[in-house]
């Protein structure tokens, strides 16, 4: 696989498959891979690499992120930051404004990324996770 630090963020085309990779790094990351995505969300991708998935809601000018993953392999050398940093600038070009999150409370790289990413806490949900674990709900408002 060639480098993927500089590669760029590209949104899969709506009504695309998904590609055999993100569901794999979607079972890697979280145990289960979704379907391609629904009519209301949005994926972007560092090929190969890293995804980040979206539920948006253009009226209410909100959008929510589902899930993001970076390959574990290429964890740590942000490209985490440089996908939700491209998400975050499309999104808001698009109107999408007031952006939202869940993450269990454990997750302390992803909280990391969000809080350095300009995301703040504004919330939990007690024994959200099947689990027990508490989610921990964060907004961002640029
Ligand atoms: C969360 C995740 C996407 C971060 O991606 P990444 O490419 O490793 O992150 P980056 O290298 O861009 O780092 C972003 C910030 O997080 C911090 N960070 C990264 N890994 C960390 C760790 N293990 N512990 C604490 N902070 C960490 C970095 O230090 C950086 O902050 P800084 O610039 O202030 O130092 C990645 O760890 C991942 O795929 N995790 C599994 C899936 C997941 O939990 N997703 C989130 C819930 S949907």
Redesign the pocket.
């Known amino acids: 696989m060639s480098e993927p630090e500089g590669a760029e963020v590209v949104r899969l085309p709506a009504g695309d498959p998904l590609p055999d990779w993100v569901a794999r790094l979607d079972r890697t990351?979280?145990g289960a891979a979704w379907k391609a995505p629904a009519a209301h969300e949005a994926l972007w991708l560092i090929p190969e690499v890293?995804f980040a998935r979206w539920s948006r809601v253009p009226a209410a000018g909100e959008a929510e992120?589902l899930?993001?993953?970076?390959d574990p392999a290429?964890?740590?050398?942000?490209?985490?930051?440089?996908l939700l940093e491209a998400c975050q600038r499309e999104l808001e070009a698009e109107g999408l404004v007031h952006l939202f999150l869940e993450?269990?409370v454990s997750?302390?790289?992803?909280i990391?990324?969000y809080r350095?990413c300009g995301w703040k806490p504004c919330g939990r949900r007690p024994a959200y996770y099947p689990d027990g674990e508490d989610a921990a709900l964060f907004q961002r408002v640029p």
């Open positions: 990351a979280f890293a992120l899930r993001i993953a970076v290429h964890r740590g050398r942000g490209l985490g930051r440089r993450v269990r997750n302390a790289a992803a990391q990324l350095t």
